[in-house]
Structure formats: C-alpha cells, structure tokens
C-alpha cells in the first residue's frame, strides 16, 4: 500500500509470513524507502535495535549475509531472517 496524507507520503509492505515473502517484502521496502529519500520503519521484525525508524543504508549494511555458495534462494532468506530473531513465530517455515 502506497499512501499520501498531508505533506507524509509512506508505502507499506505486508507479505505472506514466509521466510522470502518477508525477505522480498524487506527488499521492497529498503528499496522504495532509499529511492524515496526516506527512512525504513521496521515494526514488526526488529531487524536493528534503537527503536523501529532507520536509514535504509544503515539496515543494508548493518544486515547483509555474505555469499555462501551452493544455497538456494529460499534457503538464502531464511539465513537472512534469522539473524535477528532465531525464534521468531511470525514467520513460517
């Protein structure tokens, strides 16, 4: 969802609570958010602590996996998504 209200323009992202729906879903949203000149909000996954509201450089940076050969991309998503919460439920298997 792409939304504008007064002079605050945001675009939401709610995948499918899969390990690549999210990892897609968080793609689209740094994507969007540095495209955009703004911020990436996490609220739900914690991806950085110090609060929700971050550069989206910052989150890419501070979040990305080194190459690993061999693994495919789903298995490339859940390695991503469990580096910040290895017993998150929200996310299913």
Known sequence: MVGEWGYERSA????YRTWVGVTVAVGLALATARLAGGRYVDEQIGMLTGGPDHEPDQVIHRTRLRREPGDGFPARC???LRQFSPEDRSVQQ
């Open 78 to 80: 859940e390695a991503y």
């Open 12 to 15: 939401v992202f709610s995948p």
